[in-house]
């Protein structure tokens, strides 16, 4: 039974750590460059970005089956305003990516 328990537990932080959409390492960066990171979010259109707070019909807006969010941080240069981000599945991994090849060596 404790093996059982352990392996569920394994299982359960791979899946959070490693598989789970939204990587730590890329909200790491872009918590370090949160101006730049509004700035994609808004220029590519595998994003949907709230301001301040989520609409009440915000999930037909991006549907859980497309979308995956929402992620919050704050953009200072907007006067430290909180934003919800959801990004398209499969789509937004690549744009996870090419924002963390231009910043994360700069971190």
Same mark, same amino acid.
């Given at each position: 039974?404790?093996?059982?328990?352990?392996?569920?537990?394994?299982? !359960?932080?791979?899946?959070?750590?490693?598989?789970?959409?939204? =990587?730590?390492?890329?909200? =790491? *960066?872009? !918590?370090?460059?949160?101006?730049?990171?509004?700035?994609?979010?808004?220029?590519?259109?595998?994003?949907?970005?709230?301001?301040?707070?989520?609409?009440?019909?915000?999930?037909?807006?991006?549907? =859980?089956?497309?979308? *995956?969010?929402?992620?919050?941080?704050? *953009?200072? $240069?907007?006067?430290? $305003?909180?934003?919800?981000?959801?990004? $398209?599945?499969?789509?937004?991994?690549?744009?996870?990516?090419?924002?963390?090849? $231009?910043?994360?060596?700069?971190?």
């Amino acid at each position: 039974m404790e093996i059982v328990i352990v392996l569920i537990a394994g299982a !359960a932080i791979y899946w959070f750590f490693i598989l789970r959409p939204g =990587r730590l390492d890329f909200w =790491r *960066v872009v !918590a370090k460059h949160p101006d730049a990171a509004y700035e994609h979010f808004k220029s590519d259109h595998c994003w949907r970005v709230f301001e301040e707070q989520l609409p009440e019909n915000y999930r037909s807006l991006v549907p =859980r089956s497309e979308w *995956v969010g929402p992620f919050q941080f704050i *953009v200072p $240069k907007l006067g430290n $305003k909180t934003m919800y981000i959801f990004g $398209k599945h499969p789509t937004f991994e690549k744009s996870q990516n090419d924002f963390l090849s $231009k910043f994360a060596k700069s971190t």
